[in-house]
């Protein structure tokens, strides 16, 4: 089959792989119909991780049933599925407790709880940046879909439930946003706009989203949210100004440890301390962007041990709440796609460019120069 494989940093290529294969009673096989490029497939693409070259990217996926394991009771043959990117056991005592996104028994490492599909370090499972995706545990990871998921133009919904539309509505969840709350959002990205859009669905009375990429505010605006450039204006100031000298009830960090300022130059503590600022006292706030222990090659000196100048004495004195961690898909991803269903959300207002799979290595590397109009590209293999 055809793959997009890991060469090394910024180096990916569209090769000939072995095809999957039923390892476990439990297995599916999934032809893939649609596959992301994800911000967190450029951590990897930029050489910022321990990614094995030779491997299979891509963690969000959606595509039809072609082959089913012995034991697989529930998933048949033809079903089309999305794909939750953490591979979970469903049985483990975390999974029993909803905490897919750390489970107990599907990564090797001892050291580690949780796994997902073409990802460092988060077990030895291929991508679904490929025409085959194998997938464990599949009557328990499988989101079957409605028939109209055979609908192109529906996958492009659908598909944002493997990953970005539940890890923004899990910043806003982490955040604690109730109706008539005031949420500063940092990061415009693909996240970023996904929490808008929870908070926009929950009912926030002020949505407020900071970054400094004109395209993605502009995205912003259009669902309703206040569009704060952070190259022309002080965002303190405005988020101030916004909520009458108090702060945001709720902040969501969207951005992760290679978050950056105008000029390109790293500061892996900048959106976490800026939201210490402009999160009122008592305020809550979730962190969904991705805090990797160790980055070698991070320009920052303290981050390449993991660790962050973090504010905390202003965070404790304003006796504020932080969560943090990543999604937990299956906790969120069937009412979300009941809200797709009933036409209340329509996540793919955020896709930019569909590409065939050949043309993987151009979509990343336009992505990842976060090129304008280049706000989120999906990819189908069958083109």
Same mark, same amino acid.
């Not at 505010?217 to 965002?235: N, W």
């Not at 790293?266 to 976490?272: A, G, Q, S, W, Y």
């Given at each position: 089959?055809?793959?997009?494989?890991?060469?090394?940093?910024?180096?990916?290529?569209?090769?000939?792989?072995?095809?999957?294969?039923?390892?476990?009673?439990?297995?599916?096989?999934?032809?893939?119909?649609?596959?992301?490029?994800?911000?967190?497939?450029?951590?990897?693409?930029?050489?910022?991780?321990?990614?094995?070259?030779?491997?299979?990217?891509?963690?969000?996926?959606?595509?039809?049933?072609?082959?089913?394991?012995?034991?697989?009771?529930?998933?048949?043959?033809?079903?089309?599925?999305?794909?939750?990117?953490?591979?979970?056991?469903?049985?483990?005592?975390?999974?029993?407790?909803?905490?897919?996104?750390?489970?107990?028994?599907?990564?090797?490492?001892?050291?580690?709880?949780?796994?997902?599909?073409?990802?460092?370090?988060?077990?030895?499972?291929?991508?679904?940046?490929?025409?085959?995706?194998?997938?464990?545990?599949?009557?328990?990871?499988?989101?079957?879909? =409605? $028939?109209?998921?055979?609908?192109? %133009?529906?996958?492009?919904?659908?598909?944002?439930? &493997?990953?970005?539309?539940? #890890?923004? +509505?899990?910043?806003?969840?982490?955040?604690?946003?109730?109706?008539?709350?005031?949420?500063?959002?940092?990061?415009?990205?693909?996240?970023?706009?996904?929490?808008?859009?929870?908070?926009?669905?929950?009912?926030?009375?002020?949505?407020?989203?900071?970054?400094?990429?004109?395209?993605?505010?502009?995205?912003?605006?259009?669902?309703?949210?206040?569009?704060?450039?952070?190259?022309?204006?002080?965002?303190?100031?405005?988020?101030?100004?916004?909520?009458?000298?108090?702060?945001?009830?709720?902040?969501?960090?969207?951005?992760?440890?290679?978050?950056?300022?105008?000029?390109?130059?790293?500061?892996?503590?900048?959106?976490?301390?800026?939201?210490?600022?402009?999160?009122?006292?008592?305020?809550?706030?979730?962190?969904?962007?991705?805090?990797? =222990? $160790?980055?070698?090659?991070?320009? %920052?000196?303290?981050?390449?041990?993991?660790?962050? &100048?973090?504010?905390?004495? #202003?965070? +404790?004195?304003?006796?504020?709440?932080?969560?943090?961690?990543?999604?937990?898909?299956?906790?969120?991803?069937?009412?979300?796609?009941?809200?797709?269903?009933?036409?209340?959300?329509?996540?793919?207002?955020?896709?930019?460019?569909?590409?065939?799979?050949?043309?993987?290595?151009?979509?990343?590397?336009?992505?990842?120069?976060?090129?304008?109009?280049?706000?989120?590209?999906?990819?189908?293999?069958?083109?």
């Amino acid at each position: 089959m055809k793959a997009v494989v890991y060469e090394g940093p910024r180096s990916v290529a569209v090769k000939d792989v072995p095809d999957p294969r039923i390892e476990h009673p439990q297995d599916v096989l999934v032809r893939i119909t649609t596959t992301n490029i994800c911000g967190s497939d450029l951590h990897m693409f930029e050489g910022r991780t321990d990614m094995e070259t030779g491997r299979i990217l891509g963690h969000e996926n959606l595509g039809e049933v072609v082959e089913v394991g012995a034991g697989v009771d529930k998933v048949r043959v033809g079903d089309m599925v999305c794909l939750p990117f953490n591979i979970s056991c469903g049985h483990c005592a975390n999974c029993e407790h909803g905490l897919t996104a750390f489970c107990l028994r599907t990564n090797p490492d001892p050291d580690m709880a949780g796994a997902a599909y073409g990802f460092a370090g988060m077990g030895p499972y291929n991508g679904g940046q490929a025409e085959m995706l194998r997938v464990p545990f599949a009557d328990f990871n499988c989101l079957v879909l =409605p $028939e109209n998921a055979r609908d192109r %133009d529906r996958q492009r919904d659908y598909v944002m439930l &493997a990953d970005i539309f539940p #890890t923004g +509505w899990h910043a806003t969840q982490l955040a604690c946003v109730q109706p008539g709350d005031s949420v500063v959002i940092y990061g415009a990205g693909p996240v970023g706009q996904m929490a808008a859009l929870s908070a926009t669905i929950k009912n926030a009375a002020k949505i407020m989203v900071v970054d400094h990429h004109q395209d993605r505010l502009e995205l912003a605006a259009k669902i309703g949210a206040i569009p704060i450039d952070a190259a022309k204006e002080s965002v303190v100031d405005r988020v101030m100004e916004e909520t009458d000298g108090l702060g945001a009830d709720r902040g969501c960090e969207c951005v992760g440890y290679q978050a950056h300022d105008p000029s390109g130059r790293e500061h892996p503590e900048m959106t976490v301390n800026a939201l210490v600022q402009t999160v009122k006292f008592a305020g809550t706030i979730g962190v969904v962007g991705v805090y990797t =222990p $160790e980055d070698p090659g991070s320009p %920052d000196q303290l981050y390449k041990q993991g660790k962050v &100048a973090f504010d905390y004495g #202003t965070f +404790w004195t304003k006796g504020q709440t932080m969560a943090t961690g990543q999604c937990n898909v299956k906790t969120y991803d069937r009412p979300l796609l009941n809200l797709i269903m009933q036409d209340k959300a329509r996540p793919s207002y955020i896709v930019s460019h569909e590409l065939p799979l050949h043309r993987a290595p151009e979509g990343y590397e336009h992505f990842d120069k976060r090129e304008r109009g280049w706000t989120k590209v999906i990819m189908h293999p069958d083109l």
